[in-house]
T-cell receptor, first 116, second 109 residues
Framework: GAVVSQHPSWVICKSGTSVKIECRSLDFQATTMFWYRQFPKQSLMLMATSNEGSKATYEQGVEKDKFLINHASLTLSTLTVTSAHPEDSSFYIC????????????FGEGSRLTVL | KNEVEQSPQNLTAQEGEFITINCSYSVGISALHWLQQHPGGGIVSLFMLSSGKKKHGRLIATINIQEKHSSLHITASHPRDSAVYICAVLRNTGNQFYFGTGTSLTVIP
């Protein structure tokens, strides 16, 4: 079956550093990938939608200069949390929409970021 | 106003009970997903629906496109069904997903 690999699964960093999270579709092409943030005991909060080869579309209230998203290929999107602060600590999840208008959506396992 | 409304928010059931979670949406869609998230974070798409009904083991999902409503049913619930269930719709214009706030299900032995 289709798999989305997200890496790293957890990361601890110092305040002020940048952290990159990768989201890869392993055996299918994904024209669109989504990035979410999830706070404890809350549902998914969509941060941005990224389409291969174009700029990401950010949801209202999400700082695009803070959360840099790159979708350079049909199988890879990256989220970079720049100049991370403790309030950026969260669970970040990606999902990939299979190319071809099938509507199939697959999720990564998530990345837990802790900023000290 | 949320494009996707889900109910109930929290649900506690005794093992063996029949469970229903509802989802209503306000936009035109090309697909609706029921997602399951266990403690620890991993999310799985249980069903993808565009019409009718699907069944997988003890899980049944239905959708009524005219009424813009979907339900997820769990028959003979089990403690391992305890998870958060999220309804997500793919809008039929552009690749835009909207998510419900989730239903936290706890099944007590």
């Amino acid at each position: 079956g289709a798999v989305v690999s997200q890496h790293p699964s957890w990361v601890i960093c110092k305040s002020g550093t940048s952290v990159k999270i990768e989201c890869r579709s392993l055996d299918f092409q994904a024209t669109t990938m989504f990035w979410y943030r999830q706070f404890p005991k809350q549902s998914l909060m969509l941060m941005a939608t990224s389409n291969e080869g174009s700029k990401a579309t950010y949801e209202q209230g999400v700082e695009k200069d803070k959360f840099l998203i790159n979708h350079a290929s049909l199988t890879l999107s990256t989220l970079t949390v720049t100049s991370a602060h403790p309030e950026d600590s969260s669970f970040y999840i990606c999902s990939a929409l299979r190319a071809g208008n099938t509507g199939e959506l697959f999720f990564g396992e998530g990345s837990r970021l802790t900023v000290l | 106003k949320n494009e996707v409304e889900q109910s109930p928010q929290n649900l506690t059931a005794q093992e063996g009970e029949f469970i229903t979670i509802n989802c209503s949406y306000s936009v035109g869609i090309s697909a609706l997903h029921w997602l399951q998230q266990h403690p620890g974070g991993g999310i799985v798409s249980l069903f993808m629906l565009s019409s009718g009904k699907k069944k997988h083991g003890r899980l049944i999902a239905t959708i009524n496109i005219q009424e813009k409503h979907s339900s997820l049913h769990i028959t003979a619930s089990h403690p391992r069904d305890s998870a958060v269930y999220i309804c997500a719709v793919l809008r039929n214009t552009g690749n835009q997903f909207y998510f419900g706030t989730g239903t936290s299900l706890t099944v007590i032995p």
